[in-house]
């Protein structure tokens, strides 16, 4: 037993001796890193992290270290009971649901007003008020099909048709923010009554209410189902990655909902002046264009996709972007719920 | 005493493959650990993650989701200092077959720990882990290629 307390504390001694002379050299690093919470897709080596990341290193003399964040409300989780000792400088992938959402789980740094851009006009009014997020992309969301697909689909009714039946690959509201934008735009778009008996016979046309986007998407893909909710940006893909025209976004007579994916400094920032540097420089022209193709995404500033395959994507008539309070959404999200257990699924 | 460690193999050499297991597992918890204290010394990392994890656990029991949030969480930082240390402990007694027996038991407890807290896709790793443990403690695994083996010469009793 003495032997065994004497190897405890000889460890716990030496840990802390360690732990107290390593400060020093992790300030140093801490200095001249900046850390950046982003999703798995950002920093992947076909998303746009990496080379956003050469980029910025070539221009500047900070660098930049990306952490992976699985899931925004976790991340933001962690964030706020490491308090002062989060090492968070940014936090990219904040969608408009998330700033009324998950966002006033930590307090966030005022952005400084020469961070700006000649921002597009479809998301500039959304921006005005925006004092602690930046926006560094956007784009409309939709239904997404195949050209030889043999059902007309102009609007939201349209779904409703027989031959779709089980053939749309849908997300699940609660855990995907592409599968809340399409609730709270059939919520918008619709009087309240007539968008549950909407959302009930939606029910049975759907093939599944899949998790994420991606899980939906790939249905899709493998032609488990015709439709699949999307962004209009979503056939490009397949243009420029896999030379493939045949996908189409759908233009409907209803204003499509935006998607726009904002970033935010924690309170809590070590390295502030650099993430503020490196916000700046997002909204550059070359940081933009590399977003916008490596993720798919419309750039926020203006001009910037021209002369591109981008140039092509029809926009369409949108919808402008909303923030909605927590109630609202949860009573939304509950009447689908209501609605998916009495279909029985 | 260093005679004494590679005498062991001659006397308990039936241990051997044991040993082999128990070296090899001070070796996954050193590297553990070196992994959390890299992020642990500047302050974030994969203790804290781990933490969120398991508040966003379903089945995590109510008295020890009221412990995370009450007490662990508001001082993470000193339960994660107490976790990597435990890490180390455990994977240098291992490597040194050294007090493997206490240690073992030890090692139960912190696996028990991530057992509750961690998603239920790792809950198997963690029960074989324990398994593990448990069968350290029982041969007493220090004995053959471990300082356990000089002690247990000398002293006897169930503590090597």
């Known amino acids: 037993m003495k032997h065994f307390i004497i190897f405890m504390v000889l460890i716990f001694s030496g840990l802390s001796f360690f732990y107290y002379h390593k400060e020093d050299k992790a300030q140093m690093i801490e200095d001249r890193t900046i850390r950046i919470y982003a999703s798995s897709s950002f920093i992947a080596k076909w998303g746009p992290g990496p080379a956003l990341k050469e980029l910025f290193e070539k221009q500047n003399i900070f660098k930049i270290e990306f952490l992976e964040s699985p899931d925004i409300a976790m991340t933001l989780q962690k964030i706020s009971f490491e308090n002062k000792n989060s090492t968070a400088d940014l936090v990219l992938g904040l969608d408009q649901f998330d700033l009324s959402r998950q966002a006033t789980k930590i307090e966030w740094q005022p952005i400084t007003q020469t961070i700006t851009a000649d921002y597009v006009p479809d998301i500039e009014r959304a921006l005005k008020n925006q004092t602690r997020f930046m926006a560094y992309d956007w784009a409309p969301m939709t239904f997404v099909g195949r050209q030889d697909m043999s059902v007309q689909v102009n609007q939201l009714e349209d779904l409703l048709k027989p031959e779709l039946k089980g053939r749309i690959a849908l997300q699940d509201p609660r855990t995907s923010s592409p599968g809340l934008q399409m609730l709270i735009w059939i919520f918008e778009t619709k009087p309240t009554e007539q968008a549950i008996v909407f959302l009930k016979a939606l029910m049975k046309q759907a093939h599944s209410f899949s998790s994420s986007w991606s899980g939906a998407y790939g249905l899709f893909k493998n032609r488990q189902a015709d439709l699949v909710f999307s962004y209009v940006t979503s056939p490009i893909y397949h243009v420029v990655e896999e030379k493939d025209s045949t996908f189409v976004s759908l233009e409907m007579k209803e204003a499509l909902p935006l998607q726009v994916e904002f970033a935010g400094i924690p309170a809590t920032c070590k390295n502030c002046q650099g993430a503020e540097q490196f916000l700046r420089f997002m909204l550059t022209r070359e940081a933009q264009k590399i977003i916008m193709a490596k993720n798919y995404m419309l750039p926020v500033v203006e001009r910037v996709k021209d002369a591109t395959e981008f140039d092509a994507i029809k926009v369409y008539r949108t919808v402008p972007v909303k923030f909605y309070d927590q109630d609202r959404i949860d009573k939304w999200i509950n009447q689908w719920t209501e609605i998916r257990k009495n279909e029985g699924l | ?160």
């Not at chain 2, 001070?26 to 969120?52: C, E, P, R």
């Not at chain 2, 995370?68 to 040194?96: C, D, K, M, N, R």
């Open chain 2, 1 to 160: 005493m260093f005679q004494a460690y590679f005498e062991s193999i001659k006397y308990v050499g039936h241990l051997l493959p044991i040993s082999f297991l128990r070296i090899f597992l001070g070796y996954f918890y050193i590297d553990l650990a070196l992994k959390d204290w890299k992020f642990y010394s500047i302050g974030s990392g994969g203790l804290a993650d781990l933490f969120v994890e398991a508040l966003n656990k379903p089945a995590l029991p109510s008295w020890y989701r009221l412990l995370l949030s009450e007490q662990i969480i508001p001082h993470w930082h000193t339960y994660a200092f107490i976790l990597i240390g435990l890490q180390f402990a455990v994977g240098i007694s291992y490597i040194l077959g050294y007090v493997v027996r206490p240690t073992s038991l030890l090692a139960v407890f912190v696996c028990l720990n991530y057992l509750s807290i961690s998603s239920v896709d790792r809950e198997i790793f963690f029960k074989l882990l324990i398994a593990c443990h448990i069968l350290l403690a029982w041969v007493g695994a220090g004995r053959c290629l471990g300082l356990d083996y000089y002690f247990f010469k000398r002293r006897r009793g169930l503590w090597w």
